[in-house]
């Protein structure tokens, strides 16, 4: 806040204390100073034009989203807020399961082993998701046999909602007897907490809350493509290995960030982080390349929606905001911490996130949360099949769906809006291939793919054939062998291939159509 801005809340203080008519007590005056400071910033901004910008589909709306976010992160700090979260926490349970954790945790496991913060988080994220939270889908009817009601649309907000926060009211009929049933969408942290109950967006708002009581720092992690959850300062012996944590709550998950994307299937373009101490992009940790979703490509998933530039500036002065107001030290400690987090996710330890993640098995760690046709739906069913699976550096899936790691497409292949991969059309003389882009270990491939060969419409023999290559030749994902007999991966260096032959060579010692 600005110099106006604190003698503000200063005056604010002065004026609430005595209007109330209650005693000024310490706590009093902390609850009063924490309203104070919030109200002055909220004036400090009023009216302010946002910044205007160029370069993305909807630029305006990630702007705002970043300022309303980041401004969201203060409700957490409300120590009324605070003192009524942790009176719903069973405080000697969560650190008797804690201690157990830690007696049990092992240093060789695929996750680091474990501080005292990852295992009260750990505990903490059971007990939430077993017996705090509850799922909210399909809506029921609230008399017996509580079958799911139906969608019918929005209503109008009420008083009491709109004092809880909800931004929106869903309606749900019945069937069965026409009753309409309500379900707001509370945003404060506090009316989350008391209701107990919702999707994503209400599962990360309470279990942040719950961080905070416990003294954790957290982080509330927005997502372009629907789906929320939040992070944990893991608090090292050494501030040194000190690191920000996946958690999601609807999962009761911890430290697997690359779920969602190898195990869900999901495609998500931006993965923003707030809190009091700051903004910032933390997309890298949860794909498995970042590069891919800087530029167009063949699978039309990638960050168009404001430019890079303009997202960074963003979230810079959102973070600059934040620590102005903090000690050299305080600021230098957080700078570092910074520092160590771009390295983590920097593009040069992509492979090392994608081998833990295959050690963990997160190809087929399978959405818990919502019934399977909402999770169908949303394209989150990755089941049985049709289930990702995780290989080092790169992701194959069935089919080359968008799903993947963008596919290299060389000659004259394609891959078309069905996500179906051609390598040669019935023209005659061709010669093609497609590769994924990052190099890939040979320790436990899995492949699952359909292929089909078909012969000219205007008849003919068609030749001659295809061939999965694996290889390390210099020119990599660009690299394409001999046409003909060749199939296409003759000349290619360094590697070996799996021929589907369908050409009866008369010739050869092997006349028939061979594997």
């Known amino acids: 806040m600005s110099a106006n801005a604190i003698s503000l809340a200063e005056a604010i203080i002065h004026q609430l204390g005595p209007q109330t008519g209650a005693p000024l007590t310490p706590e009093r005056e902390v609850t009063l100073t924490y309203q104070a400071i919030q109200l002055a910033k909220a004036l400090e901004g009023w009216g302010k034009p946002v910044p205007r910008s160029e370069g993305g589909k909807d630029t305006q709306g990630m702007l705002r989203r970043i300022t309303n976010l980041d401004r969201d992160m203060d ?30 945790s092992s240093p060789t496991s695929p996750q680091q082993s474990l501080t005292h913060t990852d295992a009260l988080v750990t505990s903490l994220c059971t007990w939430f ?10 809506i029921l009817h609230p008399l017996p046999p509580h079958d ?26 019945s069937p069965r007897d026409g009753r309409v049933v309500r379900f707001p969408r509370y945003n404060d942290p506090r009316k989350v907490l008391e209701e107990r109950k919702g999707r994503c967006g209400e599962w990360a708002n309470a279990f942040c809350a719950c961080l905070r009581a416990l003294g954790v720092r957290a982080r509330y992690i927005f997502n372009t493509e629907d789906h929320v959850w939040c992070e944990y300062f893991s608090e090292a012996e050494s501030a040194e290995k000190g690191r920000w944590v996946h958690v999601d709550p609807c999962e009761a998950s911890t430290d697997a960030p690359l779920t969602y994307a190898l195990g869900w299937g999901k495609n998500m373009r931006y993965c923003l982080a707030f809190s009091t101490s700051g903004c910032t992009d933390v997309t890298a940790r949860y794909v498995p390349s970042i590069t891919t979703l800087l530029r167009p490509n063949s699978s039309g998933i990638y960050r168009d929606l404001i430019s890079e530039s303009d997202l960074s500036s963003a979230l810079i ?25 771009r390295d983590e996710l920097s593009t040069e330890k992509e492979a090392e996130r994608l081998e833990k993640a295959e050690k963990m098995g997160l190809g087929r760690k399978e959405r818990t949360s919502g019934t399977m046709e909402w999770r169908k739906v949303r394209g989150e069913a990755t089941g049985g099949k049709e289930r990702a699976r995780p290989v080092l550096g790169s992701k194959i899936v069935s089919p080359f769906s968008s799903n993947s790691v963008a596919l290299q497409l060389n000659g004259a292949s394609i891959l078309s809006p069905s996500n179906t991969l051609t390598l040669t059309s019935h023209a005659s003389s061709q010669t093609s291939s497609a590769f994924f882009p990052l190099p890939s270990t040979l320790a436990n491939i899995i492949l699952d793919f359909k292929f089909r060969i078909t012969l000219p419409p205007n008849g003919g023999d068609g030749a001659d054939g295809m061939a999965f290559v694996v290889h390390s030749d210099p020119r990599g994902s660009k690299a394409i062998g001999g046409g003909g007999s060749d199939l296409g991966y003759a000349g290619i260096k360094g590697g070996w291939a799996v021929e589907i032959d369908c050409y009866r060579r008369w010739a050869s010692k092997s006349p028939t159509s061979t594997v």
């Open 75 to 104: 409700k957490y700090e409300d120590p009324a807020l605070l003192d009524f979260t942790i009176s719903l926490l069973p405080l000697q349970e969560l650190y008797d399961s804690a201690d157990l954790l830690l007696q049990q």
């Open 129 to 138: 998701k077993a017996s705090f939270f509850k799922w909210v889908d399909p």
């Open 148 to 173: 799911a009601l139906e969608p019918a649309g929005s209503g109008t907000l009420t008083d009491s909602e709109i004092a809880g926060g909800a931004g929106r009211v869903e309606l749900w009929r």
């Open 317 to 341: 002065e959102a973070t600059r905001r934040r620590r102005q107001f903090l000690s050299p030290e305080e600021r230098s400690a957080l700078e570092t911490e910074d520092a160590r987090e």
